[in-house]
């Protein structure tokens, strides 16, 4: 019976914490699902592909800005120049409300396309999968609901393990019965359990408690980035950088400007002729940074430039990386299904299609299982058992805080609601 107790302990975890964030966890598996084919849906909304003429040459990145900023009337804080020909360069101008839009420019004639508004199409669907839309709030729970992610995997794997006669893929029982949505949920968990955890493990960078200690733990250990004066970057250019070089900064320098042309020069002679980024100076005395596109994590390269002699200052790039440097941005990379092509991000799709057939299968099953017309939870286990796996999955809430907070919250909710019972 220790055995069946246990079972029922984990059974009772893994429902509970399916209650909690199963809303949430099919938000973040359709918008990510949709994340995985950025490219693909920004070339539907806007015009991101041109018709490069074979032979002709673009135009000096100094010329695209001053023509982007007299038609716009903005400023411009940062040019992107694409890694083929055939797509449309992109002029970021921040206007004096602090809205920042991207210009779509023809490199080759000047002309701007189309405008990308405070982030466009893609910039609301990540903000629904980070739930940025809600501001640190919704960070905090991109975190919690991670770590309840990590729990249905262990405890779901766990559920489904080959026991008494119990096969981990199989599908029985008629179509629509209770014994057929059981085995659809159970088999498709299985099968997918170790990618949807792989996606919640490598999300949880990304967020400010969490990750914002991962990046301070790898710096003092020396795991992360090189050592480099530390003027924290700020937005757009923090954003353009790869997660591990966010924590530093470039040193300011005397006044004056070799200007855009010469900082391209500058990347192409260090080998960055296209498929990179070029950030502004916010101010006089700032540096130019330039950062390479990052499809694969050894992509990862950044230059800071000073502004006023054209000098080098410093240019990282993923050998320089330490190991934790190194595992995060690999995990990052291989999350958004780029770091090892079409497969790595049909592998990335199928994870998210398995967790949204998750999210739907389980409430099905769960109104399978009502009895006399009532819905209840599964069958509570001996108290010994229950604190044995309480104590087990507070173990795993003290890697991730919040879910650990959160965690314990819950089973204070249940105490209450067992006392209210017994009153």
Not at 132 to 148: M, S, Y
Not at 175 to 193: E, Y
Not at 221 to 232: F, Q
Request: charge should be positive; glycine fraction near 12%; hydrophobic fraction near 50%.
């Amino acid at each position: 019976m220790a055995g069946g107790a246990f079972y029922r302990a984990m059974w009772r975890w893994h429902f509970y914490a399916g209650l909690i964030v199963l809303p949430i966890l099919a938000l973040m598996a359709v918008t990510g699902a949709l994340y995985l084919y950025k490219p693909e849906l920004e070339a539907a909304f806007y015009p991101v592909r041109i018709a490069a003429p074979p032979d002709a040459r673009t135009l000096p990145p100094s010329q695209i800005i001053t023509t982007t900023q007299r038609i716009s009337g903005d400023p411009v804080t940062q040019l992107l120049i694409p890694a083929a020909r055939t797509e449309s360069w992109r002029v970021t101008t921040k206007a004096e409300n602090g809205d920042s839009t991207v210009q779509l420019v023809d490199a080759f004639d000047g002309h701007i396309l189309g405008v990308i508004h405070r982030g466009g199409v893609m910039k609301t669907i990540k903000d629904l999968h980070s739930l940025a839309l809600t501001g640190p709030i919704g960070n905090r729970l991109v975190e919690v609901v991670a770590g309840w992610a990590i729990i249905l995997c262990v405890t779901g794997v766990y559920l489904r393990w080959p026991r008494r006669g119990q096969r981990a893929l199989a599908i029985r029982g008629r179509v629509g019965g209770r014994i057929f949505w059981r085995d659809l949920h159970g088999t498709l968990g299985f099968l997918s359990a170790g990618v949807i955890l792989f996606l919640a493990v490598t999300g949880m960078p990304w967020t400010d408690i969490w990750g914002g200690g991962l990046r301070a733990v790898v710096a003092a250990n020396d795991w992360g980035r090189p050592k480099m004066a530390v003027i924290p970057w700020a937005s757009p250019a923090k954003d353009a950088l790869p997660w591990t070089l966010r924590e530093g900064g470039g040193a300011a320098g005397a006044p004056g400007d070799i200007g855009v042309d010469a900082v391209a020069r500058i990347a192409a002679m260090r080998g960055l002729r296209h498929g990179y980024q070029i950030i502004l100076p916010s101010h006089p005395g700032a540096p130019y940074l330039v950062a390479s596109l990052v499809q694969r994590a050894d992509d990862a390269r950044a230059l800071t430039i000073d502004a006023a002699s054209g000098a080098v200052v410093q240019d990282i790039d993923w050998r320089m990386f330490g190991p934790g440097a190194k595992a995060v941005e690999w995990g990052i990379a291989a999350h958004q299904g780029q770091q090892y092509g079409e497969a790595n991000r049909l592998l990335m799709l199928a994870g998210c299609l398995c967790l949204l057939a998750l999210c739907v299968t389980a409430p099905i099953l769960w109104w399978k299982r009502r009895k006399h017309g009532r819905l209840h939870p599964p069958p509570a286990s001996t108290p010994a058992t229950r604190r044995m796996v309480a104590a087990l999955m507070l173990g795993l809430g003290i890697f991730f805080p919040l879910t650990g907070l959160s965690m314990l919250a819950a089973l204070a909710g249940e105490w209450l609601v067992g006392q209210v019972r017994m009153a």
